[in-house]
């Protein structure tokens, strides 16, 4: 009788162990990194990304799932919706140059940056760009002296999330 319980006991150890999901089994966002898009569809309009105009952005969810975007107006307004893929783990953004006009179309890869660190110019016209145009810089310095030049405004990420979250309408 002893054996049997001794051998379910460890039938249930095992099964404890690898069985259930830890609850950090997702890495953590600082140790996600950005990825490279290819000829991937942005999962609000279906262009492909690499075509459209930087910036762009991208979003990884907790079951590892990865979707990109071709603007990042595009990004904000899918943020919006309840995901099947669950709640987000990481956001992440192309960031410009601030000696480059933000006006041209310009498709290269920039370098991608957490979104929460990185610093946004509303208000400048950018051709070509899916919904609102929003440009992306790495630091507020840089953003404030593009914004002086073109005529924007200047906002951090809660700033930006802001501006497309929907006004309560009143009864």
Known sequence: MNSRITILCS?????????????????KTSQLKAEKFAGH?????????RDQSSPRGQVVHRDGTRKYFCSVADMMTY????????????????????????????????????????????????????????????TTKQAKAVAEKYKGKVVGWSGLQATFKKPATKK
């Open 11 to 27: 039938v249930l150890a095992v099964l404890l162990v690898t069985g259930c999901p830890k609850k950090n089994s997702v890495a």
């Open 79 to 138: 943020l919006l919706a309840p995901s099947p893929h669950g709640k987000t783990k990481a956001v992440f953004v192309e960031t410009l140059d601030p000696k480059v006009d933000p006006t041209i179309f310009s498709k290269p890869q920039r370098p991608w940056r957490d979104s929460e660190k990185s610093t946004y110019v509303l208000g400048v016209d950018k051709p070509r760009v899916m919904g609102k145009p929003i440009l992306v810089y790495e």
């Open 41 to 49: 569809e942005c999962a609000a309009c279906g262009m492909i990304v």
